[in-house]
């Protein structure tokens, strides 16, 4: 059965950091395009960041310089470091896995950056 499985979000003040995770089971994610979307309340799901099978990283402006995406295929997990967290930021966070006809999603997780 596949599946992705985020962790890691929670509440943190204005210039904190935090780290999600996604870990894969039922397919091997280092053969994917994984990537991070949010959605904030009332607000269209947007692209955040991307890493492909060669690890090539790609970011939205809004979260270039501050957030970094990386996969450690031993563990089949990808991860988002965020660093200098905006109360803009606030939202679910979602990974998902690409590859050909393949498009996984995870149930999300919850980043509220508030003071």
């Known amino acids: 059965q596949v599946q992705l499985v985020e962790s890691g979000g929670g509440l943190v003040q204005p210039g904190g950091s935090l780290r999600l995770s996604c870990a894969a089971s039922?397919?091997?994610?280092?053969?994917?395009?994984m990537s991070w979307y949010r959605q904030a309340p009332g607000k269209q799901r947007e692209f955040v960041a991307r890493?492909?099978?060669?690890?090539?990283?790609n970011y939205a402006d809004s979260v270039k310089g501050r957030f970094t995406i990386s996969r450690d295929n031993a563990k089949n997990t990808v991860y988002l470091q965020m660093n200098s967290l905006k109360v803009e930021d606030t939202a679910v966070y979602h990974c998902?896995?690409?590859?050909?006809?393949?498009?996984?999603w995870g149930q999300g997780t919850q980043v509220t950056v508030s003071s």
């Open positions: 998902n896995a690409q590859r050909n006809n393949a498009d996984y």
């Open positions: 890493i492909t099978a060669g690890g090539t990283t």
């Open positions: 039922g397919f091997t994610l280092s053969s994917y395009y």
